[in-house]
């Protein structure tokens, strides 16, 4: 798995030996055992799916991420992303996650891992967790048709939102925003496909890259 997500260009030596560190196979459902550790996504109920352990790779590198930092993660889904973060070992992590179910299984599965660092809630992941904020990465996991401006608020100067953006049902984009001295500066990183989006959040003053 390591091997193939390497040959797709991700170079950072961390993330690559969280990627070889981390159980895959502790994060997928029964029926997919066997198909843990191929680069593809998986389905874990309630319409939602473990990404592909690339695109869990790439997204992570993305954030480039420095010791200290606090992290928001949208969409926690049975918690592998979370847990690569948290096996960084230098990052503080919150993750929200929509469906009650997942949520809860997700938040038992990390404590039973150890990964006792990693803060999980049920909620709507659209609005971010103002709590906790302000935030020097928020990676988003789930495509919703707009930029959250509520993520936007709650990141710190020179921070940066990893997020794919587009309709539900096809192919979206891949943004990085970056919380720059003149406003939010967009690199568009090419065609990604996600689950989508399933906060109840709207806010029409946001802009659709």
Excluded at 31 to 37: G, S, T
Excluded at 54 to 82: C, H, N, R
Aim: proline share 8%; glycine share 12%.
């Amino acid at each position: 798995m390591v091997a193939t997500i390497q040959a797709y260009g991700v170079k950072d030596e961390a993330v690559l030996r969280v990627m070889s560190t981390v159980p895959r196979h502790a994060f997928v459902l029964e029926e997919y055992l066997d198909q843990a550790y191929a680069d593809h996504p998986l389905p874990i109920g309630y319409g939602q799916t473990i990404s592909q352990p690339f695109i869990v790779a790439w997204m992570t590198e993305l954030l480039d991420l420095k010791p200290g930092a606090k992290v928001l993660e949208i969409g926690t889904g049975s918690g592998y992303q979370a847990a690569i973060l948290a096996e960084l070992g230098y990052v503080d992590v919150y993750s929200i996650e929509i469906v009650p179910e997942l949520a809860q299984s997700a938040a038992a599965r990390l404590q039973e891992l150890g990964y006792t660092q990693i803060q999980v809630k049920q909620g709507d992941g659209y609005f971010g967790w103002q709590e906790f904020a302000p935030f020097d990465a928020i990676i988003v996991t789930a495509a919703p048709d707009h930029l959250p401006s509520p993520l936007v608020a709650q990141l710190v100067p020179g921070g940066c939102i990893v997020i794919p953006i587009g309709p539900p049902g096809g192919y979206q984009t891949l943004w990085k925003f970056v919380n720059e001295q003149d406003g939010m500066r967009a690199y568009n990183l090419g065609s990604v496909r996600f689950v989508p989006f399933t906060g109840g959040g709207v806010d029409q003053g946001d802009d659709v890259p």
